[in-house]
């Protein structure tokens, strides 16, 4: 993800301590960032709301990490109808997303992520200023935001709870986002077990999300616990992409690539960015390597 060329929408994330110090948290709000990709991409259901998980799960992986990453992908690889997922942020909040099947439905009809995304791989990847550093666990059954809870626990040592949620109705993307609860060491033991035994009775993280109150989600997950909120920052679903780039891009392609492009004809070629859905129209003549 280079510098990004156009900001498409715009989403948040808070962050603060509770229970008197004993627990780190961070909320994200991507709703409008989120319905903005739906739209654009033009993703079934099930696609929208894996993706928004994705999305929200990265923003909120990166405020655990020690050392901000100057970017942090992360890639969901399963064997159900959605393919591939990956989201990236970078420092700067800037954050995108892409997934190979945008059309496609559970076999079962349903929302279910799990079924969606099915068996196979997370990858993490931290680019910094001493080079990447990556690392990978196996997808958890139960969805995206445990797979994270999981890999935290297993890469990065942290003991953490990752809830995610996007509320997909007819007209739309009403409520995506999530929160992360962290467990800051020598924390009170009979503390942290409330709040697990809390966050084990939590049933609907889509509809808490899509309250007005912003705190709603807060409330249910920390009940009585005093907390703070330190920082508020502004995030934005933003594409590098750019017509000059992609046509140097196809101006690589192997040669009988590029000579069935042009015996193709037509009305040209037409290539749609993954990440934002622009489109981008290029004539035969267009294509042939600059002598």
């Not at 609860?181 to 999300?209: F, H, K, N, T, Y």
């Amino acid at each position: 993800m280079s510098t990004p060329s156009t900001i498409l929408s715009q989403g948040g994330i808070r962050h603060g301590l509770a229970g008197s110090g004993d627990l780190r948290w961070a909320q994200t709000d991507l709703t409008q960032a989120v319905e903005t990709v739906r739209r654009r991409l033009d993703l079934s259901p099930l696609a929208a709301v894996a993706l928004g998980q994705l999305l929200a799960g990265t923003v909120l992986i990166q405020r655990l990490v020690t050392k901000t990453p100057l970017r942090l992908r992360l890639e969901v690889r399963g064997d159900g109808p959605l393919g591939r997922l990956q989201a990236e942020v970078d420092a700067e909040g800037h954050l995108r997303g892409s997934v190979d099947h945008g059309r496609a439905e559970s076999p079962d009809g349903s929302l279910g992520i799990a079924s969606g995304i099915g068996h196979g791989l997370l990858r993490v990847v931290r680019q910094t200023a001493r080079g990447n550093y990556e690392s990978q666990v196996e997808l958890v059954p139960s969805g995206i935001g445990q797979t994270l809870t999981h890999y935290l626990e297993q890469s990065e040592q942290i003991r953490a709870a990752v809830l995610l949620g996007v509320m997909a109705r007819p007209e739309g993307i009403t409520a995506a986002g999530g929160l992360v609860l962290e467990a800051l060491p020598d924390a009170d033991g009979d503390l942290l077990l409330a709040v697990e035994e809390r966050i084990a009775e939590q049933e609907s993280v889509s509809r808490l999300l899509e309250s007005p109150d912003e705190d709603a989600l807060l409330d249910d997950v920390l009940g009585q616990l005093d907390r703070e909120t330190l920082a508020s920052d502004t995030l934005s679903y933003a594409c590098s992409c750019d017509r000059d780039s992609l046509l140097q891009r196809l101006r690589e392609l192997p040669v009988e690539d590029l000579e069935y492009l042009e015996q193709k004809g037509g009305d040209g070629t037409e290539v749609v960015c993954t990440y934002c859905g622009a489109r981008y129209l290029f004539q035969a003549d267009e294509l042939r390597p600059v002598q």
